[in-house]
C-alpha cells in the first residue's frame, strides 16, 4: 500500500499554481516555527479585507525531509 502526506486541498493548492489560471499568488516574508522563512499565499479580499492563506512553505534550516522510509533528502 502506497503512502503519502498529500493531502486534496495541497493537490488543489499545486494545480492552482501551475495551471495558470489564478492570479492572486503572492510571496509572502514569514516565519515558520520561529525560523526566517517564505510562503507562497493566495490572497483574496473577503469584506474589505485581505485573507493571506498559505498554500506552501520554504524550506528553513531547522527542516529535515525524510521519505516514508526514513531517508534523508538531499540538502
Do not use: W
Not at 38 to 45: G, H, L, P, R
Amino acid at each position: 500500500m502506497s503512502q503519502t502526506n498529500i493531502t486534496p486541498d495541497h493537490r488543489s493548492a499545486f494545480e492552482a499554481l501551475t495551471s495558470g489560471g489564478f492570479s492572486n499568488f503572492a510571496l509572502f516574508s514569514c516565519f515558520a516555527d520561529g525560523q526566517p522563512a517564505a510562503a507562497i499565499c493566495a490572497v483574496t479580499e473577503q469584506a474589505g479585507e485581505y485573507l493571506i492563506r498559505p498554500l506552501f512553505v520554504s524550506v528553513t534550516d531547522t527542516m529535515r525531509l525524510t521519505d516514508h522510509d526514513g531517508r534523508k533528502a538531499a540538502q
